[in-house]
């Protein structure tokens, strides 16, 4: 939960840069990975819950408050192409904080 959120807030930041005119050239490519990221943090914290409540507003159940899935398919696909696959990757990740996962 807390990569979505400081990624919602990086793109909120990115955001409000472009809105006052100060845009740098790899603007896109900052977006698509927050959004990249905001999508795998939401389906690994959701990856608990059966089926996650479909918001009232969304057209279809994937869909969020902000994009239609299919605006950024292209994105998906490549944060998990992306992603490790083999669980040694995964035995080898320790936090930030420097202790190892138990």
Avoid at 62 to 82: K, M, Y
Wanted: charged share 25%; aromatic share 8%.
């Amino acid at each position: 939960m807390k990569d979505y959120q400081l990624a919602a807030t990086e793109l909120a930041l990115l955001h409000q840069k472009l809105d006052a005119g100060l845009p740098r050239d790899d603007w896109k490519v900052n977006r698509d990975s927050f959004l990249a990221l905001m999508h795998v943090a939401r389906d690994t914290f959701l990856g608990r819950v059966p089926q996650p409540v479909t918001p009232g507003w969304a057209e279809n159940p994937t869909d969020s408050g902000f994009l239609r899935r299919a605006d950024f398919a292209h994105v998906i696909a490549q944060a998990r192409a992306e992603q490790p696959t083999t669980p040694q990757t995964q035995r080898n990740y320790v936090p930030r904080h420097g202790q190892p996962p138990r």
